[in-house]
Nanobody, 125 residues
Framework: HVQLVESGGGSVQAGGSLRLSCAASGYTYSSYCMGWFRQVPGQEREGIAGVDSDGRKRYSDSVLGRFTASADHVTNTLYLEMDDLKPEDTAMYYC????????????????????WGQGSQVTVS
């Protein structure tokens, strides 16, 4: 049974930082694509950061230079470090894990992922 459990969301002032964590059980991040998505009510889920099967990272233009995705394969935990947060970053954030290897062109696409975290609210004021 695969579970992705997120933690680390919260409220922060503009310019501040937060780090999201996504701990996996029954699943191993290495060799698969993994990603971070966010969603604002009434809008589609947006892929913002992903790591492909070779460890190459890709970011959406909206977070490039401010957010950093990483993974600890020992603890099987995915992280999203978010710096210089802006009010427009306010959203529910989701981690995701694929069930197969994939290239960097797919890591920001929902269709690449099978497993999802429960979501963490991030509010920037």
């Amino acid at each position: 049974h695969v579970q992705l459990v997120e933690s680390g969301g919260g409220s922060v002032q503009a310019g501040g930082s937060l780090r999201l964590s996504c701990a996996a059980s029954g699943y191993t991040y290495s060799s698969y694509c993994m990603g971070w998505f966010r969603q604002v009510p009434g809008q589609e889920r947006e892929g913002i950061a992903g790591v492909d099967s070779d460890g190459r990272k890709r970011y959406s233009d909206s977070v490039l230079g401010r957010f950093t995705a990483s993974a600890d394969h020992v603890t099987n935990t995915l992280y999203l470090e978010m710096d210089d947060l802006k009010p427009e970053d306010t959203a529910m954030y989701y981690c995701a894990g694929a069930s197969r290897a994939c290239g960097s062109r797919y890591v920001l696409s929902e269709s690449a992922y099978k497993y999802w975290g429960q979501g963490s609210q991030v509010t920037v004021s």
